[in-house]
């Protein structure tokens, strides 16, 4: 099963624009969609979802149409939205025992062997007792996981998973994703470099709507190759580098150390460095010129 998506458009009341013209094949696996807030990724993953419908163009999950065979493309499909509401008065078992019954498992004994699966696949087995009020981040995101999971569906999209997670808990959310996408599509939409850059070999970059990048990681990476450099400077000289592209800055005792990507040497000190998918997002969403 694949996700076919064609000169996908999204126009909001008030002529607001969210997306334009998107054209995007994703395959198995870990499918990352990287972008700053307001990029469009929740509005994109929403329509994935079937949950609104697009102004046009048109979507394809495996041999389903969106718009057309939108019960079937549900059946299929897992979702974990960025702002996850839970039933804070109910256990974890029994908030997934309720989401088995909404999504039509009838058989009881069928909803707890389902239940007990997932509260394994997530490991929070030993936590299943427990109120949902008393979970974690962390623990509320692979509940999230787990509700999303019910059916076994072919197609996982996530929302901005990781957000508001500690790096402990970003981690552990991060391998049970990769662990997942062995088996299915995941989708998993973020503006977090680091969750890409660790879990996907393929991505797309979204920045106001438009798509500003789709192919490999190492395709991504290429196209700043030989052009990101390293160099320090003293404070004072700092105001004069406001032409030169500099993505990153950090302030050290003496100055700043910067990260610059420039097609030349930038600067006499400057020194040349590995690309990170940082520095190549920082690159296509900031319109950097070549020069």
């Known amino acids: 099963m694949n996700i076919q998506i064609q000169a996908l458009s999204k126009t909001y009341n008030g002529n607001k624009q969210a997306l334009r013209e998107i054209d995007l094949s994703i395959g198995s696996g870990m499918f990352g969609l990287l ?33 057309k065979d939108d019960h079937c493309i549900r059946q299929c499909l897992g979702y974990l939205p960025q702002a996850s509401r839970f039933y804070d008065k109910l256990t974890g078992e029994e908030f997934l025992h309720y989401v088995a019954a909404i999504k039509g498992m009838k058989s009881a004994k069928e909803r707890r062997a389902a239940v007990a699966t997932l509260l394994e696949k997530v490991n929070l087995q030993h936590h299943a007792k427990r109120k949902l009020k008393t979970y974690s981040g962390g623990m509320r995101q692979r509940i999230g996981i787990a509700q999303a999971l019910i059916g076994d569906p072919r197609v996982l999209i996530v929302d901005e998973p990781t957000a508001g997670l500690d790096p402990e808990e970003r981690i ?56 990101v450099w390293t160099t320090y400077v003293h404070e004072r000289d700092l105001h004069r580098l406001t032409g030169e592209s500099v993505i990153r800055r950090r302030k050290t005792i003496e100055g700043y150390e910067l990260r610059m990507i420039s ?29």
């Open 35 to 67: 972008g700053p807030n307001g990029a469009g990724k929740s509005t994109l993953m929403q329509i994935l979802a079937t949950l609104i419908p697009p102004t046009g163009g048109k979507v394809q999950i495996g041999p389903y149409v969106l718009g």
């Open 263 to 291: 097609s030349t040497c930038p600067l006499p000190d400057a020194v040349p460095a590995s690309p990170s998918l940082e520095d190549a997002y920082l690159h296509l969403t900031r319109g950097e010129s070549d020069e």
């Open 172 to 227: 552990r959310f991060r391998e049970l994703l990769e662990e997942l996408g062995q088996e299915r599509i995941i989708v998993l939409s973020t503006h977090i470099v680091a969750d890409i850059e660790a879990s996907c070999r393929s991505l797309a970059i979204l920045d106001q709507g438009s798509m500003r990048y789709h192919g490999t990681m190492a395709d991504l990476l290429a196209k700043v190759q030989g052009r």
